[in-house]
């Protein structure tokens, strides 16, 4: 454990030397080693002195390498016949026996330096591949761990662990790879896009330090997932310079990032398919509910209408007169026209919709009395308030810049939820008010009131909690479309609960005079 510590803390000391002054810092241990021998020369035998030089030896192997090591021992073999052994200040020598000391002394330094050098570069090794798995780790984990896209992640790892500016390329709706990503000093020249695709379509790196387009001043390297085995899930740009990036020390981590980045972009590839493919179902889903839903609304009034009309028809005499009394025709034609005009805010709410899904939803905005919008509304939906009283309450002069004919359809729909959700019998309560700088609607009603757990959804297009007590659940298109036009003209629409029971949606619009400043 000692020898593995001292071990590291010399590496540290040589760390990053350069050859030449790996091969100074050898010559200098030497030099040190010979200054302790020449100071106790006359203390210890020379034999005992040749020890410092096998300690010379490895710590040159531990701190520098194998060529280090064996130069040191070379000059340590030549020092030790040139300073200690005499006749000293020469290389001649007396006693011949000095001969077998010097070839065992440079003997046994090669094997120890060999020896250590050869535990250095394992120690080098282990340490490197700890190093590249720690560093894949770390990739892996962020690419799992963030909500950041995985390109982002992969360009800025790839910058950190190799040194390089980078640059992602994937392809496009057309299969053409374009930059989507890349590090602040990667940039694009003209070759760079032959380039990209010759190494998507070859799946095979080109660019610098390859055989393919060398002159080109970055190294590109196709991403090719697992799953895929014709297709590329995108092309990796490293910028040139430096050491190639296929040499031994780092060919392996970079096989490996690749490897995990093609596995990143290939699952954000899938998981995109499985969320459009989750669109479409659900976009099924809603069409599906909103045939229902129109059929189910379009029914009864278009049967009630007909009713009329056969009953009316029935009723009429060879000589034109009527056989039912005035008041019966009249409730009759009554009843068909509400179901008209019913069936005419639902084609309303359809187009609606459309139009907001359109994106050509068009204000005409004006100042407008919104007193006049609620009663215009509450006298076109009559018939449907039969049996609701309803009354409205106006504290301010409600003028704010709106289009009237969307604004009509934003309170006919919340009056109609209101009426449909409601016990009969129970009343409607309409209030409009200034708070600051804006016009506040209120329609309040008596129902059951709306779950918190579905408070906020109910504004979404389809959304429906159930049947209401005075009718039917709708189409689930009056909330989103009241949604919808409120916030184009930058207001708000929320619902919460009533005192005393009941539920309370609440319209905030602009002001006129907040609209004139």
């Not at 040191?72 to 040139?82: C, K, R």
């Not at 998507?200 to 196709?222: I, K, N, S, Y």
């Not at 056969?310 to 009249?330: I, K, Q």
């Not at 504004?459 to 949604?483: H, M, N, P, Q, V």
Request: glycine share 10%.
């Amino acid at each position: 454990m000692y020898v593995s510590r001292l071990s590291g803390k010399i590496r540290t000391f040589g760390a990053g030397a350069v050859p030449e002054v790996s091969y100074l810092g050898a010559a200098l241990l030497v030099g040190a080693a010979t200054l302790l021998g020449f100071v106790l020369r006359n203390a210890f035998a020379l034999t005992n002195l040749a020890m410092a030089y096998l300690f010379v030896s490895v710590v040159s192997a531990l701190a520098y390498g194998r060529g280090p090591s064996i130069f040191a021992s070379i000059l340590g073999v030549l020092a030790f016949d040139f300073f200690l052994v005499p006749p000293m200040y020469t290389l001649a020598v007396d006693d011949s026996q000095y001969v077998i000391t010097f070839v065992g002394l440079l003997f046994v330094s090669l094997v120890v330096s060999a020896l250590a050098s050869r535990s250095r570069e394992r120690e080098d090794f282990a340490l490197r591949r700890e190093a590249e798995i720690r560093a894949l780790y770390e990739f892996i984990g962020e690419l799992s761990g963030t909500s950041a896209a995985a390109g982002s992640v992969i360009v800025r790892r790839a910058r950190r662990l190799f040194g390089r500016d980078a640059g992602l390329y994937l392809p496009d709706e057309t299969g053409a790879h374009r930059l989507v990503e890349s590090t602040e000093g990667f940039w694009e020249t003209p070759d760079f896009a032959g380039t990209v695709e010759w190494s998507a379509q070859h799946r095979a790196p080109c660019g610098r330090w390859t055989d393919a387009f060398a002159p080109v001043e970055a190294t590109f390297l196709p991403l090719c997932p697992l799953s895929g085995a014709d297709t590329v899930a995108g092309v990796l740009a490293l910028s040139g310079g430096g050491r190639s990036p296929f040499e031994r020390e780092t060919k392996r981590l970079l096989d490996a990032f690749l490897l995990q980045a093609a596995a990143a972009l290939d699952r954000e590839r899938l998981a995109a398919a499985a969320r459009e493919g989750e669109i479409a179902r659900e976009r099924e889903r809603l069409q599906g509910a909103l045939l229902s839903s129109i059929s189910h609304e379009f029914r009864t009034p278009l049967a009630t209408i007909t009713g009329v009309l056969s009953a009316l028809t029935e009723a009429e005499r060879a000589d034109g007169d009527f056989v039912l009394p005035p008041e019966d025709r009249r409730e009759l034609l009554d009843s068909a026209r509400n179901e008209a005009a019913r069936l005419n805010r639902l084609v309303g709410n359809l187009l609606g919709m459309t139009r907001i899904e359109a994106g050509r939803l068009t204000l005409r905005l004006c100042p407008t009395d919104l007193r006049d919008v609620v009663d215009e509304s509450v006298e076109n939906l009559r018939g449907a308030f039969e049996t609701h009283p309803v009354s409205v309450r106006c504290d301010c002069v409600p003028i704010a810049p709106v289009d009237p004919g969307l604004m009509e359809l934003v309170v006919s729909n919340l009056l109609e939820n209101a009426a449909r959700y409601s016990p009969d019998g129970s009343p409607i309560d309409v209030t409009l008010r200034g708070e600051g700088r804006k016009v506040v609607l209120d329609v309040a009603d008596r129902g059951k009131g709306i779950p918190a757990q579905h408070r906020e959804r109910i504004f979404e297009k389809f959304y429906r909690i159930g049947d209401g007590d005075g009718g039917g659940a709708g189409t689930g298109l009056g909330l989103s479309i009241c949604k919808a036009v409120t916030e184009a003209h930058g207001g708000t629409v929320e619902a919460f609960p009533r005192d005393g029971g009941g539920t309370v949606f609440r319209v905030a619009l602009p002001a006129y005079e907040e609209a004139e400043a």
